[in-house]
């Protein structure tokens, strides 16, 4: 049949991935037009939801095509790439004689992993959140707190904290620091629609409840070898916490 139907060149699994944006290219044995191809192309998923594709050229390569979706595919459901029969190659002389379907796989949903207060000697206390995925690049200050809110007991109910606290972001993990009390419940709100880097969001909201625990009594000496050398005197410096 070679050479009178148009057909794939060579066995491909695309995959779809966490971090990045879904493109791959596709091999034929004759030319394809681009600008013909996209509709022969469509993005389905287990729940039949459907997206369209977009089908760009491969410069310098009139036999391959770079396979998109018009859209982000969501988290959480199983999605397959599905080529219809049809398909022309550039000259119109041959045809893709049957459809061809290839399961991509599915992407995480964006997820809370853990939440936890941390008290350490001479930082300052800081609540620790981690996620699933990496979050969106330039999520500071301001844009955190639209999605994180730190609220404390008051009477019966929790309120937003009334002191300011800074917020840093690396990568998976969103650190909120400031002059959080002991022993004090604090709740973390996580509101629905945190993105990931990649764009998928949180789709629901999230909430937990930390408190700070002081820290165990013990006595800290100074690095021995560094403090003896640097003064010379014999003495050691030592913080004493909680004895």
Do not use: C
Not at 93 to 114: C, E, P, Y
Not at 202 to 211: F, K, Y
Request: charged letters at 25%; zero cysteines.
């Amino acid at each position: 049949s070679h050479g009178f139907v148009l057909e794939l060149v060579g066995e491909h699994q695309p995959r779809l991935s966490n971090s990045y944006r879904f493109n791959s290219i596709f091999t034929f044995n004759k030319a394809v037009s681009a600008d013909e191809a996209g509709s022969y192309f469509e993005f389905q998923s287990n729940q039949e939801m459907r997206v369209k594709a977009k089908a760009e050229a491969v410069s310098g390569n009139a036999e391959k095509l770079r396979i998109s979706p018009l859209q982000l595919l969501g988290g959480g459901l199983d999605w397959e790439l599905v080529l219809s029969k049809g398909l022309p190659s550039a000259d119109g002389a041959v045809q893709f004689d049957k459809g061809k379907t290839w399961k991509l796989g599915r992407r995480d949903s964006v997820k809370i992993s853990s939440v936890h207060a941390e008290n350490r000697l001479n930082r300052k206390r800081a609540i620790h959140i981690e996620l699933s995925h990496s979050l969106q690049r330039g999520l500071e200050g301001q844009e955190v707190s639209r999605w994180v809110i730190i609220e404390q007991k008051s009477g019966n109910a929790y309120v937003p904290v009334k002191f300011d606290y800074d917020s840093q972001i690396h990568w998976r993990r969103i650190t909120l620091s400031g002059p959080f009390s002991l022993n004090s419940p604090y709740r973390v709100r996580i509101k629905e629609g945190l993105p990931s880097r990649l764009g998928l969001k949180l789709s629901e909201q999230w909430e937990r409840t930390v408190r700070f625990e002081p820290l165990p009594g013990r006595v800290y000496l100074a690095d021995t070898a560094t403090s003896q050398s640097e003064h010379g005197n014999r003495s050691f410096g030592f913080v004493s916490v909680n004895t």
